[in-house]
């Protein structure tokens, strides 16, 4: 790689792994860091300094639970002043009003608030906590009360996807302007609750017949994001626009990755804010050059037509279904692990799903 | 947003809370920071959307860029209407 890369977008700042919920498809790694682990208030602000110089625009705020932090108003107020777009990334079940209106006089742009499924049981069960579902519509409401956007964030799988038109009425009511219907991705947490995941073929069909009614239907009143999930695609998703060409993301403990994901991928070396400039992370950081562009690709990609549209698919499906994190996405057809993948999803659909294993702190591998 | 709204000369366009038009110093451009996107502006797209300020019917707007590129004014209307209907649509901007 001899040309520098273009500067990063977005910034997804996971600042803490705590969180009162404990979905079993926890995007986060099965190793969490505890509190203790945390980097201090005064080291998000410098990122964000770094991040604002570097040519980002966006910063999405996550976890975890990010409110879980008491020093998020100061966080988005810094972001705030440089210029940054701050987007809380939550599961709401710990905010009210006051704090609300705090984030929002600070300079709060957007609210991105994260559903269990439609149905109140069903979704406290799913997130392992009593009473989430209630306060998660208490929560929508306020925010568009206050005037902030509204994003809602349906994670959908076998064991909810039947809700989606009760989720999508719910998007509406609140009163949402986005509604992202989230097919659960399979790494870390998901990956180890696969089985109890995996929509059904079938399912996935009457879903996506679904979006494309409410779409039309609801054409100016509510937009939606939706991707038809791997283990049923022809074609691999654009993973993050391409492996460090869009977004970075720094872990609460201060790791900067390529995506929230990356470390499930042995044998990269991470880098942590501090030890050097980000610039210059982003720009030589071994992790970031490993998968940028398209000199790193084996055939079928390299010689694809698309090898630029969606840039290989995701590394760490790559990694997780065949231990190599260099071959193209199982989810494109023109993998050679593409059918494996596939009867995988047939086999593990054709029987009941077993319990989840929720994701705890202390109860990764 | 609870209905699709409808972009004529009468409607008074504004950004809603959320939406910013920036300089994007670092690659010279000008962006609209939307929720969780964010939309590039060519050169007309940012004449007419550094136009709406909430005050200004399409209308006004419309005779305003007719006579600032001595271009025909229902061009000009096609022009804006689309684009602005267009970010309606993606709840980028209000009426």
Redesign the interface.
């Known amino acids: 790689m001899t040309e520098a890369p273009a500067?990063p977008?977005a910034l997804l700042a996971e600042l803490t792994h705590r969180c009162p919920l404990q979905c079993p498809y926890c995007s986060n790694p099965r190793e969490l860091t505890a509190r203790s682990g945390e980097m201090a208030t005064e080291q998000w602000l410098s990122v964000l300094e770094e991040a604002a110089a570097?040519?980002i625009?966006?910063v999405?705020f996550s976890g975890g639970e990010p409110t879980a932090r008491n020093d998020l108003e100061a966080i988005v107020a810094h972001a705030e002043g440089l210029?940054l777009?701050s987007?809380l990334i939550t599961s709401g079940v710990l905010l009210d009003r006051a704090r609300l209106e705090g984030l929002a006089e600070r300079g709060l742009?957007?609210v991105?608030l994260s559903f269990q499924g439609a149905e109140p049981e069903n979704a406290d069960r799913i997130g392992g906590f009593r009473g989430g579902h209630a306060k998660k519509l208490a929560v929508g409401r306020l925010v568009t009360e206050i005037?902030?956007?509204l994003?809602i964030n349906a994670v959908m799988h076998r064991q909810n996807l039947d809700e989606l038109e009760d989720m999508i009425a719910i998007a509406v009511e609140l009163?949402a302007?986005?509604l992202e219907v989230a097919h659960v991705q399979y790494y870390g947490w998901a990956l180890h609750n696969r089985q109890a995941l995996l929509p059904t073929f079938e399912q996935l069909e009457r879903a996506t017949k679904t979006v494309e009614a409410a779409r039309r239907r609801l054409?100016?009143?509510?937009?939606f994001d939706y991707v038809v999930p791997d283990y049923y695609a022809r074609r691999p998703k654009s993973c993050m626009g391409g492996w460090g060409r869009r977004f970075l993301n720094i872990s609460p403990a201060g790791y900067v990755l390529p995506c929230h994901a990356a470390e499930t991928i042995t044998g990269l070396t991470f880098e942590r804010v501090g030890s050097r400039p980000l610039a210059e992370i982003w720009r030589d950081g071994p992790a970031f050059q490993r998968f940028r562009g398209t000199d790193w690709m084996p055939e079928p990609c390299a010689s694809c037509e698309r090898r630029e549209v969606d840039w290989g698919g995701c590394r760490c499906q790559a990694f997780a279904l065949t231990g190599d994190a260099a071959v193209t996405d199982p989810a494109c057809a023109l993998s050679p692990h593409h059918e494996d993948m596939l009867s995988l999803a047939r086999q593990e659909t054709a029987v009941a799903p077993p319990d989840f294993v929720y994701r705890r702190i202390g109860a990764g591998p | 947003?609870?209905?699709?709204?409808t972009i004529d000369e009468s409607s008074v366009p504004r950004l809603?809370?959320?939406?910013?038009l920036?300089h994007?110093e670092?690659?010279q451009q000008w962006?609209i920071?939307a929720?969780?996107r964010?939309f590039v502006l060519d050169e007309t797209a940012h004449a007419i959307m550094s136009s709406v300020d909430g005050t200004a019917s399409v209308g006004a707007i419309v005779d305003e860029l007719a006579a600032r590129f001595n271009a025909p004014r229902e061009v000009i209307l096609t022009d804006v209407t689309a684009l602005l209907q267009g970010f309606?649509?993606?709840?980028v901007i209000a009426a």
């Open positions: 500067p977008l570097l040519g625009l966006q999405h210029g777009y987007n742009q957007h991105q005037g902030l956007p994003t009163g302007q986005r054409a100016g009143v509510l937009v | 947003m609870t209905a699709r709204v809603p809370r959320g939406m910013r920036k994007d670092t690659r962006v920071l929720p969780e964010l309606a649509d993606k709840g």
